[in-house]
């Protein structure tokens, strides 16, 4: 018996369905480092939980040249770890959480646009430029401070380098967040002259200044914010931008980057 003849049809095809929210790789390794970190440290006893935070905290007293110094745990090693792994640890589930949050949209377009090693090591040096900043500030200071809020603020300034520029993320002229991720960043001359980038930068520290976004000092300091590290953090991925982007410039931004701006992690 004949098979039925093929007429076209009239239904149009059912559109393919996407997930609502996609992550990158590296962001969710980076995310799920964070919870894992978080969890170990929740299960561990009173007596090693602050033990960890004392060898794996950033504690600017550390530091302190004086014969009068501290002993901490960890020693000398704990004096080069801690740079980046304080950003690691989180005093309770509403600090991860509000760090991830603000890493869904940024860290999310910055993740797909570096890579996860680049992504990786971008965090570790926001990081660090963040204790830079908070032991500058905070020279004698006996509490450690942790939390990843400067490694987000890093990957928020580095974000804002490509996303007022039409068709990335935030110029709501794509859907596709591969292809937004990927559009040329503008110069940081560029990206500072632009309304809306200063507009954000406007917004971004006068929060950081009045209220803190979110990383903590257990210790003597209670709950305080460590604003000054989220500027260190912020300032290092605004700047640092071109050291890590693998996307060619345009020629126009390129020739506007400052000298030496445009080398690269190969």
Do not use: C
């Amino acid at each position: 018996m004949d098979s039925p003849p093929n007429f076209p049809s009239d239904i149009p095809p059912e559109p393919r369905r996407e997930p609502i929210l996609t992550l990158p790789g590296g962001l969710t390794a980076y995310i799920g480092l964070l919870a894992i970190v978080h969890v170990v440290w929740s299960a561990l006893p009173p007596e090693l939980e602050y033990w960890t935070i004392e060898t794996f905290g950033f504690i600017p007293k550390r530091y302190d040249p004086s014969l009068l110094a501290t002993a901490f745990p960890g020693g000398s090693g704990a004096k080069v770890w801690t740079f980046v792994t304080y950003s690691l640890l989180h005093a309770n589930l509403s600090h991860i959480g509000f760090n991830v949050l603000w890493l869904l949209p940024f860290g999310s377009a910055v993740a797909r646009r570096f890579g996860a090693f680049r992504f990786f090591l971008f965090m570790a040096v926001t990081a660090v430029a963040g204790a830079v900043a908070h032991l500058v500030t905070h020279e004698h200071s006996i509490a450690p401070m942790i939390g990843a809020s400067a490694s987000v603020s890093g990957a928020m300034a580095a974000a804002i380098r490509f996303a007022f520029v039409r068709g990335s993320f935030l110029s709501f002229r794509s859907d596709d967040a591969d292809a937004a991720a990927q559009v040329p960043a503008l110069s940081l001359v560029r990206a500072l002259q632009n309304p809306r980038v200063l507009a954000f930068l406007a917004i971004w520290f006068g929060i950081n200044i009045i209220f803190g976004m979110g990383s903590v000092a257990i210790g003597a300091e209670p709950g305080s914010v460590a604003w000054q590290a989220h500027i260190g953090g912020f300032l290092a991925g605004l700047v640092l931008f071109s050291l890590f982007d693998p996307v060619p410039r345009s020629p126009r931004d390129a020739a506007s980057e400052p000298s030496g701006g445009t080398d690269r992690i190969p």
